[in-house]
T-cell receptor, first 113, second 110 residues
Framework: QKEVEQDPGPLSVPEGAIVSLNCTYS??????FMWYRQYSRKGPELLMY????GNKEDGRFTAQVDKSSKYISLFIRDSQPSDSATYLC?????????????FGTGTRLTVIP | EADIYQTPRYLVIGTGKKITLECSQT?????MYWYQQDPGMELHLIHY???????EKGDLSSESTVSRIRTEHFPLTLESARPSHTSQYLC?????????FGPGTRLTVL
C-alpha cells in the first residue's frame, strides 16, 4: 500500500468554480502536511503548509487536515486559468527530517476561461 | 522565486554515456535533495545531503551517484546512462520548514 494516495485526475473546471483536491494517507505518524503547485516544465513550489489537524486559509486557498480520517484537502475558490497546474500533496512525520517527505502522484487541474 | 538552478534543462543522450546533472543553490541551505519524477508517479527521493561531505541514498534505488564538496553545489552523475534512466530529475534544497525545487532536468536516454 502506498503511503499517500492522490487521484491523478485530470480535472477540468470552468473559471470561477470551486475546486476540491484530496489525498489520503496510511501513516498516522504524519504531522506536517503540504500542498505543492507545479506548473508545466517547472519544479514544485510550496503553496500551503499545515501542522496537525484543522484548517488553514490563504486568499483563495484553504487547506484542511482530518487526521482521524487520514484525509487532507485543498480547496480553491473562484478558480482562475492561472491556477492550471499539477497539485501535489506531501506529508512527513518530522519537518526537520525532510528526507522522509512523502508525495502524492499529483492531480492535474485545468481551469477553462 | 527560489534561487536554485539546474542544468541542463533537457538532455538527450545515447546509451553508455557518462552524464552529470548540475544543481546549485544560492540560499546557503545545508540540506539538498535529488528526486526522480515520472508521469503519473509520485516524486521519489534518490539522494540527499545534510551538508558538505554528507550524502545518503534515498528510498528509491538509483544507479546514480552524488557529491557535496561545496554547500551550494550538489551534482548527480550517471556513469553509464541506460534507457531506464529516462526521467525528470528534480533538485531541491531546504530550510527548516520548506523545500525549494529547481526547474528540473528532463533526461532521455536513447
Amino acid at each position: 500500500q502506498k503511503e499517500v494516495e492522490q487521484d491523478p485526475g485530470p480535472l477540468s473546471v470552468p473559471e470561477g468554480a470551486i475546486v476540491s483536491l484530496n489525498c489520503t494517507y496510511s501513516n498516522s505518524a504524519f504531522q506536517y502536511f503540504m500542498w505543492y503547485r507545479q506548473y508545466s516544465r517547472k519544479g514544485p513550489e510550496l503553496l500551503m503548509y499545515t501542522y496537525s489537524s484543522g484548517n488553514k486559509e490563504d486568499g483563495r486557498f484553504t487547506a484542511q487536515v482530518d487526521k482521524s480520517s487520514k484525509y487532507i484537502s485543498l480547496f480553491i475558490r473562484d478558480s482562475q486559468p492561472s491556477d492550471s497546474a499539477t497539485y501535489l500533496c506531501a506529508m512527513t512525520r518530522s519537518i526537520t527530517g525532510a528526507n522522509n517527505l512523502f508525495f502524492g502522484t499529483g492531480t492535474r487541474l485545468t481551469v477553462i476561461p | 522565486e527560489a534561487d536554485i538552478y539546474q542544468t541542463p534543462r533537457y538532455l538527450v543522450i545515447g546509451t553508455g554515456k557518462k552524464i552529470t546533472l548540475e544543481c546549485s543553490q544560492t540560499m546557503g541551505h545545508d540540506k539538498m535533495y535529488w528526486y526522480q519524477q515520472d508521469p503519473g508517479m509520485e516524486l521519489h527521493l534518490i539522494h540527499y545531503s545534510y551538508g558538505v561531505n554528507s550524502t545518503e541514498k534515498g528510498d528509491l534505488s538509483s544507479e546514480s551517484t552524488v557529491s557535496r564538496i561545496r554547500t551550494e553545489h550538489f551534482p548527480l552523475t550517471l556513469e553509464s546512462a541506460r534507457p531506464s534512466h529516462t526521467s525528470q530529475y528534480l533538485c531541491a534544497s531546504s530550510d527548516p520548514r520548506e523545500q525549494f525545487f529547481g526547474p528540473g532536468t528532463r533526461l532521455t536516454v536513447l
